[in-house]
């Protein structure tokens, strides 16, 4: 069964400061993968996805992510974050045949003044 | 813009209950979803549906039935409400087709207490 592993449950950071928020995912078929984040009180939104193409897939508020298919990872990085960034986000998975989408259990970012 | 709505923001009920969370979308998309989310735990998929009476098990389905009677429209039902569904329930819906498919779309959820 495929699954999605997002290892750091919370991760703090310095304003201003680089962040890199780790996925893995298990699957041996093609898969779509997707970033989402969720602010404080606040529903879900899509943050980027990675259909095809281009591995390297960005944001419009500077969020980036790689897809590794070797590693099977899709980190989402950003080199500078903001107060505004502070929220939970979840990694999720789709896989080329299915028709559902498997999200791993969310990482909170906590910004440090 | 896609909106999805839910019925409720919040709702407290009783042991035993029967309860309904309507959700509904206006934009057209074939798939919907019924996710519950607890701390620690991130998401997880109750039901989906691809098509109108369509119904798939996600990775919780005990204890839950869904209804698409229409393609806007997903229905969420707890036959007999236990504590331990206590949780915030989010709907969402996607596209199967085209550039933004597989997006999902996610309504404001619904924060079930049941005592």
């Known amino acids: 069964a495929q699954s999605v592993t997002q290892l750091d449950s919370q991760v703090p950071v310095f304003e201003e400061a680089p962040v890199e928020l780790r996925c893995n995912y298990s699957?041996?078929?093609?898969?779509?993968l997707f970033w989402y984040v969720q602010y404080p009180n606040q529903g879900l939104q899509l943050l980027l996805k990675y259909l095809s193409g281009s591995t390297l897939v960005e944001s419009i508020n500077g969020f980036e992510a790689e897809f590794n298919k070797s590693q099977t990872s899709f980190h989402l990085r950003k080199p500078s974050v903001h107060i505004s960034d502070t929220a939970e986000y979840f990694c999720a998975v789709r896989r080329n045949r299915d028709d559902k989408i498997i999200f791993g259990k969310g990482t909170r970012l906590h910004i440090l003044p | 813009d896609v909106k999805v709505t839910q019925s409720s923001r919040y709702l407290v009920k009783r042991t035993g209950e029967k309860v309904f969370l309507e959700c509904v979308q206006d934009?057209?998309?074939?798939?919907m979803f019924w996710y519950r989310q607890d701390p620690g735990l991130g998401l997880r998929l109750i039901y989906f549906?691809?098509?109108?009476?369509?119904?798939e098990k996600g990775d919780i389905p005990e204890g839950y039935s869904v209804s698409r009677e229409k393609k806007e429209r997903f229905s969420l039902i707890l036959e007999s409400a236990s504590t331990n569904q206590t949780s915030m329930y989010l709907c969402?819906?996607?596209?199967?087709?085209?550039?933004?498919?597989?997006?999902?779309?996610f309504g404001p959820g619904t924060r079930l207490t049941v005592t």
């Open positions: 969402a819906s996607s596209l199967e087709s085209g550039p933004r498919r597989y997006e999902q779309y």
């Open positions: 934009m057209d998309h074939e798939n």
């Open positions: 549906s691809y098509d109108v009476k369509m119904k």
């Open positions: 699957s041996s078929v093609s898969v779509y």
